[in-house]
């Protein structure tokens, strides 16, 4: 996807469904629960690339137990706003994850196929426990089934951008959570 000026990228950036002050609330509460269930134990944060960087980056800033972090990548979108149904690993986790209680970290939960996968990859490595939490859920959208543990907002079904979440690539730069208009 390319745009022809700034202003048609800027075109397409909808209605603010979630600011940034409120993700920052949001993610700081996170933190604190995070931090009482955790205390003192091994936690090992494994986000999902590439749009949970910022969400796993920004909720570790809050975290005050000890925590490492970890990426692995899945990609189940390909150039537009539907998913192809395949989910695809392109970075896997080297490390011996088996002292570790894992937090698997997500921007969005959508159809559930690529948070049920990584999660029954990540227990075949047996991980002390897997604990999920996705930034955003849109329940609405499930084709698998598929609860997240901790989930920081619950949206309708649209398809957003902003706070890591691309449309093709574009929009993870944006400080709140936007709908995409086409
Ligand atoms: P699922 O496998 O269908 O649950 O899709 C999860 C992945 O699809 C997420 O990790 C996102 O990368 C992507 N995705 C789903 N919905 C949206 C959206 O509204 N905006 C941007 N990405 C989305
Ligand atoms: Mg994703």
Do not use: W
């Not at 909808?14 to 996170?30: D, F, M, N, P, Y």
């Not at 329940?139 to 698998?144: A, C, D, H, N, S």
Request: glycine share 6%; net charge negative; charged share 30%.
């Amino acid at each position: 996807m390319t745009f022809k000026s700034k202003e048609e990228y800027s075109s397409r950036i909808g209605r603010t469904l979630i600011t940034s002050e409120q993700i920052a609330a949001a993610v700081k509460k996170c933190a604190e629960k995070i931090d009482s269930i955790y205390d003192g134990r091994p936690l090992l944060m494994i986000g999902v690339l590439n749009g949970a960087a910022m969400f796993a980056g920004e909720l570790m800033k809050h975290i005050s137990v000890p925590c490492e972090l970890e990426f692995i990548q899945a990609e189940s979108y390909y150039d537009s706003t539907e998913s192809s149904g395949e989910v695809r690993l392109t970075r896997e986790i080297e490390r011996d994850i088996s002292g570790y209680h894992v937090l698997l970290a997500e921007d969005i939960i959508d159809t559930g196929r690529t948070l049920s996968r990584v999660k029954a990859l990540l227990e075949g490595k047996k991980p002390l426990s897997v604990t999920t939490i996705t930034l955003l859920d849109k329940p609405e959208r499930r084709l698998v089934e598929f609860t997240p543990d901790i989930s920081l907002f619950t949206i309708e079904d649209v398809f957003v951008i902003g706070f890591g979440l691309d449309c093709a690539g574009y929009y993870r730069n944006l400080p709140f959570i936007a709908e995409y208009k086409e």
